[in-house]
């Protein structure tokens, strides 16, 4: 059986055994399931603790073994104007629905009013954790690490990949002898890390089970129905943009049946919606790229981790819609030029979120704020804070089925022939 298969009867059990605890309201089958979440955790810890020898070892391997440091500096331009623009296109997406379908102008002020009651607590810690966030100067010069172990220690990802970058290119230059040590440590690191990921990867259908039960079992989905229009629209942009915008770049532009890719992909966002982490997700995204896709390790180990840390559509797809449906339900009238801003500054929060749970509704407020919405920042978010895991779980999907696609597309665009060519579509050469 796929892998995919396995994780999804694991995510379709979870959800029913959890539906039923939940409509039922047996309480202790309620608790049952709360008290199992620690078993999922630990499986998330189990994956989560590849991350850093697996990125560092891969990425060691791939930055040295291009040879040629101008290639390097090729993919990472066009990985990042990449990123960018198909983040920039998600909040397009996101905005255009809310401008069409206007999800904030059916909440009444009673709804307003409980959820602000309701959740006001909780948003009042997430502003505090985003008054604590590094300003963007400090967040720039954090690329940089001052001490690279302690950047490993903080799965501070971004200083990380810049420092193993820097060793990777310096390892090309050294005397031969001692390069091919390094560089047969470094593999065998990088070999063992993707047993492992198989191994952990055999308990994956349990613990997502557990994962998705616990939430399931404890969702509130009274909420769901006053939030109903919002949780489409941030639903209905997120599959817009994972199967319209990704799957016209994987036929034009790497030229790969789209319907092929996602099968072949599909453990990926699976994953990611039972995690809710692009950090967890990140072994087996790379595993993926390179297995199942045919990206080369040289491509995967520099695209993917960036990805994680860098690119999210799907969370500024969906703090695009937060903004323009908080600004209307206050009767907030966004101008063209606010959405601009939005489109800028979502993309640039996206960038600053970390791959881990609920990272993106803590960016938000910087959105929020940069259309002069502070004074709603708190009770906004209170307002979408009841539905924002199960949206965590979808937009964390579409951020990675992102990052793949930009492997296969960067892969494509250096020439490489991928595992889903067909007979009838041999792989050309690069288009650049
Ligand atoms: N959970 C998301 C991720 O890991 C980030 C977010 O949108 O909260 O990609």
């Not at 290119?169 to 198989?198: C, Q, W, Y």
């Not at 966004?334 to 500054?345: E, M």
């Not at 002069?372 to 920042?377: A, E, L, R």
């Not at 924002?388 to 490489?416: H, K, P, Q, W, Y």
């Amino acid at each position: 059986m796929q892998l995919y298969t396995k994780i999804l009867i694991g995510l379709v059990a979870g959800a029913v055994a959890g539906a039923v605890a939940n409509a039922t309201g047996i309480e202790p089958l309620q608790n049952l399931f709360g008290a199992l979440e620690p078993l999922g955790t630990a499986f998330i810890n189990l994956i989560t603790m590849i991350v850093i020898p697996l990125v560092v070892a891969s990425l060691l391997v791939g930055t040295a073994s291009l040879g040629d440091l101008r290639k390097l500096g090729r993919i990472g331009g066009k990985t990042l104007i990449y990123y960018m623009s198909t983040t920039a296109a998600a909040v397009t997406i996101g905005l255009g629905l809310s401008n069409l379908i206007k999800p904030g102008s059916g909440v009444s002020e009673a709804t307003r009013d409980e959820l602000a009651a309701r959740y006001g607590g909780a948003a009042a810690e997430r502003v505090d954790l985003a008054a604590n966030a590094p300003g963007w100067v400090d967040t720039l010069l954090g690329i940089i690490p001052r001490n690279p172990v302690q950047a490993a220690a903080e799965m501070d990802l971004l200083p990380l990949i810049f420092f193993t970058i820097c060793f990777g290119a310096a390892i090309t230059v050294i005397e031969p002898k001692r390069r091919e040590a390094v560089l047969t440590f470094f593999h065998g690191i990088n070999d063992a890390s993707m047993v492992l990921i198989n191994w952990i990867m055999e308990l994956a259908p349990y613990a997502v089970f557990v994962l998705i039960a616990a939430v399931v079992a404890n969702f509130g989905f009274d909420l769901l129905q006053s939030l109903l229009v919002y949780t489409l629209v941030v639903v209905l942009g997120l599959m817009l943009h994972a199967f319209g915008t990704y799957a016209l770049i994987l036929r034009f532009l790497a030229r790969l049946n789209p319907l092929k890719f996602y099968r072949k992909i599909a453990a990926v966002p699976l994953f990611a919606f039972s995690t809710s982490s692009s950090n967890a997700t990140l072994p087996l995204t790379i595993e993926t790229a390179e297995e199942e896709v045919g990206v080369s390790n040289e491509v995967a180990s520099f695209v993917l981790p960036l990805g994680a840390t860098i690119n999210m559509d799907g969370t500024a797809l969906y703090q695009a819609v937060a903004v323009m449906f908080i600004a209307q339900i206050y009767g907030i009238d966004l101008s063209l030029a606010d959405q601009l801003i939005v489109v800028l500054t979502a993309t640039l929060a996206s960038v600053g979120a970390a791959g881990v749970p609920s990272a993106g509704i803590i960016t938000l407020i910087i959105v929020l704020n940069s259309v002069g919405m502070g004074q709603h920042v708190q009770a906004g978010i209170a307002l979408i804070l009841g539905v924002d895991r199960i949206l965590d779980m979808i937009r964390t999907s579409v951020n990675v089925t992102g990052d793949l696609t930009c492997s296969a597309f960067i892969a494509r665009t250096e020439g490489e022939s991928l595992l889903l060519d067909g007979p009838a579509e041999p792989a050309a050469a690069a288009a650049d």
